[in-house]
């Protein structure tokens, strides 16, 4: 706030005070400064003011006008819009639906460095949608995710030790990746421990020391772990 009143003409300082609204809960604020900033001509601003409109969060839902926010920061090349685009034209969500286009706009956030991308095409190789299965390919995604300290790779890598996907199965790998997602805030991390503890799998099972895991998952705002607890 201090920052917009010293420098009234830059949108940067407008986008973060939207940040600081959205992180307080005050979603119309937040809206408000977003849309201050994207009519100063800040790009990201753009991109999450899309998401806002996707969301709902604090205005009324309206996901084609989302689309056409993040095409507009697209064409200015934030990776963050490429993504959303390249999701939404996946899905079909807000603009007709068209794969090889939404991987094309993946494929250019990933070259932008965007760890939400490498997780996205990671998890596609995976599961085998919108392309070929190929679990090598989804190991090198979300390798290159984790390499950049990205918690929501962390988590997948742990995923794929704990499953055995594409690298050999290791209980103590996983279980380590899940504590790296969960001490860099992943709200599902502590779940995914739960598990290995209620299950025992690389550890000494144990249902107590599974709930304390899940209800630490739960208290971030994981489903799973609220109903794990409940369990």
């Known amino acids: ?52 409109y996707y969301l709902g969060a604090g205005i009324d839902r309206n996901r084609e006008k989302a689309v056409e926010l993040y095409r507009k920061a697209a064409e200015r090349g934030d990776a963050y819009a490429l993504h959303s685009l390249g999701m939404a034209q996946i899905r079909g969500e807000g603009t007709a639906q068209d794969q090889k286009a939404g991987l094309e706009k993946l494929l250019q956030s990933v070259e ?40 929501y790779g962390y988590l997948n890598m742990g995923t794929l ?29 502590g779940t995914a421990i739960g598990l290995m503890y209620f299950n025992g799998q690389g550890v000494e099972k144990s249902e107590t020391e599974a709930t304390r895991w899940f209800r630490e998952s739960a208290q971030r705002g994981d489903p799973w772990g609220a109903f794990n607890t409940a369990f």
């Open 112 to 151: 932008a460095g965007h760890t939400f991308s490498y997780n996205a095409i990671g998890g596609f190789y995976l599961r085998g949608e919108h392309v070929g299965e190929n679990v090598d390919r989804a190991v090198y995604y979300y390798n290159r995710s984790a390499s950049r300290d990205d918690i």
């Open 1 to 52: 706030a201090e920052a917009m009143a010293a420098y009234p003409e830059v949108g940067r300082f407008v986008f973060q005070r939207g940040r600081g609204a959205f992180a307080a809960g005050d979603l119309s604020q937040a809206v408000a400064y977003f849309e201050q900033a994207y009519q100063m001509g800040h790009v990201r601003a753009g991109q999450v003011l899309g998401r806002m």
């Open 161 to 189: 030790y704990r499953d055995g996907k594409g690298v050999p199965q290791d209980f103590e790998a996983a279980l380590g990746w899940f504590r790296k997602a969960h001490d860099g805030g992943h709200p599902a991390a």
